[in-house]
């Protein structure tokens, strides 16, 4: 059976380094029999379709390959069309009445419980919110991302820690649904 996959590749083409051309990806995808492989902007997001494995398998080759052609690591999650729709179903803010500058989506590698983020003072960071869902952290960042007090205490790494998290705004979020999903 062929599904179709999303891989979110974390950290690539920003600021100048770690730089991966997305027609070098789908030519590296395509070379590892995947089909209708098309990629989405040059953050790293790219879909395909896929016969074998499933998403830590996909994920891990993707991975490996990544670095044996381009030299050095990359951190990939992999998720197939029915986990990025119900993401984007299972949304806990307005999502249709907010700016895509506003709302974010974090791909976690494997689950988190709430106990992870149970030191931060959610109400002192008001407006701003987020909440957990299926390997996802919701952010509601009213002014956006780069000026999110909430977004940088997020990332440090202890809240990440033993995980694979890699974030994209709402308009990716929808995007890869409507890849995934054709």
């Keep these: 059976m062929t599904t179709t996959y999303a891989a979110l590749l974390r950290g690539i083409n920003v600021g100048g380094s770690r ?34 494995g499933d998403e830590d398998s996909l994920a891990a ?6 670095e044996k052609q381009f030299g050095f ?12 729709r119900a993401v984007a179903d299972n949304c806990p803010f307005p999502a ?3 700016e895509a500058k506003q709302l974010h989506v974090t791909y976690f590698s494997a689950p988190v419980d709430a106990g992870r983020f149970a ?17 996802a952290l919701y952010l509601y960042a009213p002014d956006g991302l780069g000026r999110s ?6 990332s440090r790494p202890r809240f990440n ?22």
């Design 19 to 52: 730089k991966v051309p997305m027609a070098d990806l789908r030519t590296l995808l395509a070379g590892l029999g995947h089909g209708g492989v098309r990629t989405y902007l040059q953050s790293g997001q790219a879909v395909f379709t896929a016969d074998h």
């Design 61 to 66: 080759e993707l991975t490996s390959a990544i």
């Design 73 to 84: 690591a990359v951190d990939v999650i992999v998720r197939d069309h029915a986990y990025l």
């Design 96 to 98: 249709a009445e907010l």
């Design 119 to 135: 030191e931060i003072d959610q109400p002192a960071h008001l407006p701003e919110e987020f909440r957990l869902g299926d390997r």
């Design 149 to 154: 007090k909430l977004a940088e205490i997020l």
């Design 161 to 182: 820690k033993g995980l694979i998290a890699t974030s994209r705004n709402w308009n990716t979020v929808v995007k890869l649904v409507e890849m995934t999903g054709d």
